[in-house]
Every structure is written in C-alpha cells, then in structure tokens.
C-alpha cells in the first residue's frame, strides 16, 4: 500500500492514491460582424439625388443607426468584462490521503495442480503471466491518478507511502508489480517499492485467519456474517469483508467473490477547509489507464447519499462492525 499520510492496511496488498481536482473552463463571447464606415465618395446622376456612401452606412435599412467597429469593439470588452466577473468561483478539493486495497493477479490453481503443472512453470498457487501483467496495468492506473498528478513523487520516496502485503508469495508479487507499474520509468527503470509483510499470526490487518484464535473466528463471523464459508481464500475474505463492513454487498448485488486484481480505493479530500471521503470500487480484472471506478460513497450507511461524505459521518458510519487493534490482543491473547 501507498501513502502520503499515516494510513491503515489493506488486504492482498495496500497503497495510498490522489486525483487532481476539476477545473472551470471559461467561455468566450462572439458578437455579429459590423461593417466599419467607409471613406465618402459623391456621385452624382441627372435627375437623381446625391447619396453620399458615409449616409448609408450612417443608416441600417430598418432606419437604425449603425455601430461602428470602434464602438462595438468598447460594447463587447464590456460584456465579456461583465460576464467573466459574474462567473462563480467553483472550491477545488485537495487529496489529503488516500489507501487502496487491491486483490493479487491471477494465479495458478492449489488444487489439481500435479495434473497441470506443465501449464504453471512459476509453481502452485504462484502469479501467472496474465497475473503480473494485469497487476502492473493497475501500477500504471495508480501512476496516473497519483503520481502524475503531483499527489506522490515521481522518485518513488519511502516516506511518502506505506506498501503491506500478506506473507503469501502471490501477494507479495502482486505489490511489487503493482509498485513497478507506479514508479518503474525509461529514466528509472530500477526503482521498487518497500513492501512490508507481517507473520501471519499477528497479522491482524490483512491475515482473517489467526492460528490457534477460535475466539476471533467467532467474533467476524458474527461482524460479517455474509462471509461465513463464502470465500475461497483470504484474500477474497478480506475485500468481501470490507464490502460487507460497509453495507455495500446488497446494493452492489455482489454474491460472488472479488475478482483478481479488484481493488477498493479510499479518498479523503478537503474542500474549503471541510474533509470528506470518497469510496470507490473496480470490480474488473483489466485496468485501463482512464478505468472508470464505481463511486460508492453516496451508499454508505450514514453519507445520506452524499457524493461526498463528510469524514465525522464516515467515521460514523460502521460502528457496529469496528473492531479495534486492542480488542483482536485481548481476544487472542497476543503478547504486545
């Protein structure tokens, strides 16, 4: 995972993103053209009036005065002066903060593997081609949401973000892919990011399965009973957990398990000197570099629908389903 800020982990792997904030593009006014008065020329006809050219360009054929261009040039910088001060000043947000938790790439199979092992040569359970591949395209989304934006720097500094990974091969793989995507460039091709995996048994933020804790199986299990033997590894657990932790399951009509390389990004911005979350989910395998994400913050629980919801009420929003870093020691009995 990546940040600019302090930021909690996520599943599979972590990183903390930005987005730039919407620009106002100004109009600009045209007026109809305007024929300038002529220089005056006479001719004179037997039997007929003189009609100088300055007195027909002094009269329209409606019998209005005709504006010159100097007077029309005045008319118009005085309307679009008038028309530029009457626009309203749009607040630009800033990204405070961001942390995403993304799934690991596609991998081979655990099961049958001995019947498919020629098909598998990284080894059972392992990244795929098609699993680093994909992986990196979600680095460079990353890259253009945060990095090119300015959000982080383009050096790849440690101190900016916090990168952490289950010890599982695949998932740590899948962050370094997913860092490379970020920062890897023709001008520093070498550049990796540091990923931190913690054992597994006092893993408390991306490991669901803690050894020899029954009591803390119990306790999740009646937090997030949609997750119940519906997911085939932690990983899926974890995002499902997630998705579930924020009554997003239902709306989302989401009954299977997250997909490889699926990723949950959370955004918290300031406006004015207010704070407020974005939540935002990828569902699809496939990043593009412009992917759309699902905006779902108007759904949770406590943003009455708000597309941006203040943080108090985020905060607010999931106090049922919280369960805190003590209170996971004490269950489990973990020495600190």
């Given at each position: 995972?990546?940040?600019?800020?302090?930021?909690?982990?996520?599943?599979?792997a972590?990183?903390?993103?930005?987005?730039?904030?919407?620009?106002?593009?100004?109009?600009?006014?045209?007026?109809?053209?305007?024929?300038?008065?002529?220089?005056?020329?006479?001719?004179?006809?037997?039997?007929?009036?003189?009609?100088?050219?300055?007195?027909?360009?002094?009269?329209?054929?409606?019998?209005?005065?005709?504006?010159?261009?100097?007077?029309?040039?005045?008319?118009?910088?005085?309307?679009?002066?008038?028309?530029?001060?009457?626009?309203?000043?749009?607040?630009?947000?800033?990204?405070?903060?961001?942390?995403?938790?993304?799934?690991?790439?596609?991998?081979?199979?655990?099961?049958?593997?001995?019947?498919?092992?020629?098909?598998?040569?990284?080894?059972?359970?392992?990244?795929?081609?098609?699993?680093?591949?994909?992986?990196?395209?979600?680095?460079?989304?990353?890259?253009?949401?945060?990095?090119?934006?300015?959000?982080?720097?383009?050096?790849?500094k440690?101190?900016?973000?916090?990168?952490?990974?289950?010890?599982?091969?695949?998932?740590?793989?899948?962050?370094?892919?997913?860092g490379?995507?970020?920062?890897?460039?023709?001008?520093?091709?070498?550049?990796?990011?540091?990923?931190?995996?913690?054992?597994?048994?006092?893993?408390?933020?991306?490991?669901?399965?803690?050894?020899?804790?029954k009591?803390?199986?119990?306790i999740?299990?009646?937090?997030?009973?949609?997750?119940?033997?519906?997911?085939?590894?932690m990983?899926?657990?974890?995002?499902?957990?997630?998705?579930?932790?924020?009554?997003?399951?239902?709306?989302?009509?989401?009954?299977?398990?997250?997909?490889?390389?699926?990723?949950?990004?959370?955004?918290?911005?300031?406006?004015?000197?207010?704070?407020?979350?974005?939540?935002w989910?990828?569902?699809?395998?496939?990043?593009?570099?412009?992917?759309k994400?699902?905006?779902?913050?108007?759904?949770?629980?406590?943003?009455?629908?708000?597309?941006?919801?203040?943080?108090?009420?985020?905060?607010?929003?999931?106090?049922?389903?919280?369960?805190?870093?003590?209170?996971?020691?004490?269950?489990?009995?973990?020495?600190?």
């Amino acid at each position: 995972m990546l940040r600019s800020h302090p930021a909690k982990p996520e599943a599979s792997a972590l990183v903390a993103l930005s987005s730039t904030p919407s620009t106002v593009t100004q109009g600009i006014q045209t007026t109809r053209p305007l024929t300038s008065r002529p220089s005056t020329v006479t001719q004179k006809e037997p039997g007929t009036a003189t009609v100088t050219q300055e007195e027909e360009a002094s009269t329209s054929p409606s019998g209005l005065s005709t504006v010159t261009q100097e007077e029309a040039t005045t008319v118009t910088q005085e309307v679009t002066t008038v028309t530029q001060d009457a626009q309203p000043t749009v607040p630009q947000s800033k990204l405070i903060f961001a942390q995403t938790l993304f799934r690991h790439g596609a991998r081979a199979p655990n099961k049958k593997f001995a019947e498919l092992k020629e098909l598998f040569p990284r080894g059972k359970g392992q990244l795929t081609d098609r699993g680093y591949n994909h992986s990196f395209l979600l680095g460079r989304f990353l890259r253009k949401r945060y990095v090119e934006t300015g959000f982080l720097s383009g050096f790849m500094k440690s101190t900016e973000m916090k990168w952490l990974a289950r010890q599982v091969l695949r998932c740590e793989s899948t962050a370094s892919t997913v860092g490379s995507g970020m920062f890897q460039t023709p001008e520093y091709p070498y550049l990796q990011v540091p990923i931190v995996s913690n054992d597994a048994h006092f893993d408390i933020y991306l490991n669901a399965d803690f050894p020899g804790c029954k009591e803390y199986k119990r306790i999740m299990g009646t937090i997030c009973p949609l997750l119940s033997g519906n997911y085939k590894s932690m990983q899926d657990w974890i995002l499902g957990g997630v998705l579930d932790a924020f009554s997003l399951h239902k709306p989302l009509n989401f009954h299977e398990e997250p997909g490889f390389n699926s990723m949950i990004l959370i955004e918290l911005k300031e406006k004015s000197g207010n704070p407020f979350v974005k939540f935002w989910f990828k569902p699809e395998e496939i990043t593009k570099e412009d992917h759309k994400l699902l905006d779902l913050t108007p759904l949770i629980p406590g943003c009455n629908r708000n597309p941006e919801c203040p943080l108090e009420d985020f905060q607010n929003c999931c106090d049922s389903v919280r369960i805190t870093n003590a209170t996971i020691t004490k269950i489990c009995k973990f020495k600190p």
